[in-house]
């Protein structure tokens, strides 16, 4: 804590210099330098030895140069560029923010991941005319080319007609389908991807399978799989109930190869009014000699309630209140990162489930350290309906949908 004193006795010293070059030649209002300097007013014994501060200036700037609206998923790629789904489009960043291409998108884009091989994959809407009448359906757009400045938009996966389960019985759209909503998209090791889907479809003994569910399409854009196991209208340790976005763990950075395994998280969205239990779910894909079987995470929820481990948990119950985006941090820490829209905040926890990140070497704590953190609001911690989330090289970014940002925040300790 030495350091730290030293350096609010040394904040104390400019901020008294400054105020009285402000008496000589007047003072101008810069709002971001408050919130940085804010921490030099602190008592020095109020400082947390291990909390996520923010990394100034916060991006603004669109792929064209212009502004990001509602920027609604972000997502640090393979090829250390960031990719921004907003309602104008794709936008591509570089690591300090500044334009770098933008791929414009009738309607808007609303998640974004990148596989191994810099491949793109966008989920948005677009118009289709069938039998005379107008159709706006969700698809996921596949981008090839963007690392090398020659984006090509190589396949299109449309909700209905790219969904194995429809093709056999009703392969035109419906009155429901207009409804219905790709939520999030993330990448398997083969880069096969996952994309989970809502919709108000919600019987199995329907005619068409369950809107709500999560959707595994190859390399070729073809549906090899919908997963049934997860139940899309009641409520349990292994559902699907208004999914609003799915990752597995095969994160950034690049490496020869990872584990071939097909474990994922899903977060869901209670109905309005309502809230779940458990909202955000992580699911062992589990090879069988009858194939692979989809299981509650037993390790996970197994800690939950130990004191001994921590002081909060992924399976608390009634954690979060709308989850609306998930990240992974594939680097070594493994920790799993839940945004939540409801709450205004941004959770953060260990590869076990427990709440917090690993305390440094001779912090005070022996137990993971909580460094969740959010409320309403526009301050430097504040958030405003956030709906995206990534993480690449110790910094985390938030898409700051209400307050038309890409926030970032650094995993700051005392000791470094």
């Not at 083969?190 to 809502?198: C, D, E, L, Q």
Request: aromatic share 10%; net charge negative.
């Amino acid at each position: 804590m030495r350091l730290r004193f030293i350096l609010f006795l040394v904040l104390a010293l400019a901020a008294s210099l400054t105020a009285a070059c402000d008496d000589l030649l007047g003072s101008k209002s810069d709002t971001t330098a408050d919130e940085i300097f804010e921490a030099g007013r602190m008592e020095p014994g109020q400082f947390n030895e291990v909390e996520y501060v923010a990394l100034f200036p916060f991006f603004s700037q669109s792929g064209d140069g212009a502004t990001l609206q509602d920027p609604m998923d972000i997502y640090v790629g393979y090829d250390e560029f960031i990719y921004v789904a907003d309602v104008r489009g794709l936008h591509v960043l570089d690591l300090a923010g500044r334009a770098a291409a933008f791929i414009p998108i009738d309607g808007g884009a609303t998640s974004v991941v990148q596989d191994r091989k810099f491949d793109v994959y966008v989920t948005a809407r677009r118009d289709t005319l069938l039998n005379g009448q107008t159709w706006n359906l969700p698809v996921v757009l596949h981008y090839a080319g963007l690392t090398q400045g020659a984006p090509q938009l190589v396949n299109i996966i449309w909700h209905p007609f790219d969904d194995d389960s429809r093709k056999f019985n009703r392969p035109d759209p419906i009155d429901t389908d207009e409804e219905v909503e790709f939520t999030g998209v993330t990448v398997l090791p083969g880069n096969s991807i996952y994309v989970s889907r809502r919709g108000p479809v919600n019987s199995r003994a329907s005619i068409i399978l369950p809107h709500n569910t999560v959707l595994e399409f190859n390399t070729e854009g073809v549906n090899t799989q919908a997963i049934v196991a997860l139940n899309p209208a009641l409520p349990s340790l292994r559902s699907a109930i208004n999914p609003s976005d799915v990752i597995t763990f095969v994160q950034p950075p690049q490496r020869p190869s990872f584990p071939d395994e097909k474990h994922f998280i899903i977060a869901q969205t209670p109905d309005a009014g309502e809230s779940l239990r458990f909202s955000v779910l992580s699911i062992r894909a589990v090879v069988t000699p009858d194939g692979i079987e989809y299981r509650p995470d037993t390790d996970k929820i197994g800690v939950t309630g130990s004191p001994e481990l921590g002081d909060g948990f992924l399976y608390d119950e009634f954690k979060f209140q709308n989850p609306s985006d998930l990240a992974f941090a594939a680097d070594g820490t493994n920790y799993i990162f839940v945004l939540d829209a409801g709450k205004d905040s941004l959770f953060a926890f260990t590869s076990r489930g427990v709440e917090g990140v690993a305390p440094p070497p001779g912090a005070s704590a022996t137990t993971p350290v909580v460094v969740s953190f959010g409320g309403s609001g526009d301050g430097a911690l504040q958030f405003n309906n956030p709906q995206g989330v990534a993480y690449f090289r110790r910094i985390v970014y938030v898409a700051d949908t209400g307050n038309n940002r890409i926030s970032r925040f650094r995993l700051n300790t005392d000791f470094e």
